[in-house]
């Protein structure tokens, strides 16, 4: 697989997901950074998504909830070049009867190079990292070329 650039802009596209368990874990984290989010479009699962917004009145898109396809959204739109960064609250010691799109959310940040934070202290690396408040340019993979590439 051949490889190219993208830039993510200064405005972040954020995605927040949180499993039933971490889900005040992440309302506290996004409640005590929300003069910082603010700044940025955040993207959630459907109940995270709606929880976040009625705690701390920040605009959320709100996909649907991750057991009923909101997990495979997320993943679509990180795909699609829409995400730029993670944050996802997964519970280790809980298994959810989703996990294969859980798992499936993953590694599509993972081959779309976004950085993913899957607890407080990591994402609070990333927003605290001078990295967050400029452009950066990652590597992804070059989907076009490989589309070429096959139909040769």
């Known amino acids: 697989m051949e490889f190219t650039t993208r830039t993510i802009g200064i405005q972040k596209h954020i995605a927040l997901v949180a499993h039933d368990h971490c889900k005040n874990i992440l309302l506290s984290w996004v409640d005590e950074n929300k003069a910082l989010l603010a700044e940025h479009r955040l993207y959630a699962t459907g109940t995270t998504g709606n929880l976040v917004q009625r705690a701390t009145g920040l605009e959320?898109?709100?996909?649907?909830?991750?057991?009923?396809?909101?997990?495979?959204?997320?993943?679509?739109?990180?795909?699609?070049?829409?995400?730029?960064?993670?944050?996802?609250?997964?519970?280790?010691?809980?298994?959810?009867?989703?996990?294969?799109?859980?798992?499936?959310?993953?590694?599509?940040?993972?081959?779309?190079?976004?950085?993913?934070?899957?607890?407080?202290?990591?994402?609070?690396?990333?927003?605290?990292?001078?990295?967050?408040?400029?452009?950066?340019?990652v590597t992804i993979p070059d989907y076009q070329r490989y589309l070429q590439d096959r139909l040769k």
Not at 116 to 126: G, I, Q, W
């Open 60 to 137: 959320v898109t709100s996909m649907l909830s991750g057991p009923m396809g909101g997990d495979q959204q997320v993943g679509a739109l990180i795909s699609e070049g829409k995400i730029d960064m993670l944050i996802f609250f997964w519970d280790p010691l809980n298994a959810v009867p989703h996990d294969p799109d859980v798992k499936a959310l993953l590694r599509l940040a993972t081959v779309w190079n976004i950085p993913v934070a899957n607890n407080r202290s990591t994402a609070d690396f990333l927003i605290e990292s001078s990295l967050f408040r400029r452009e950066v340019q």
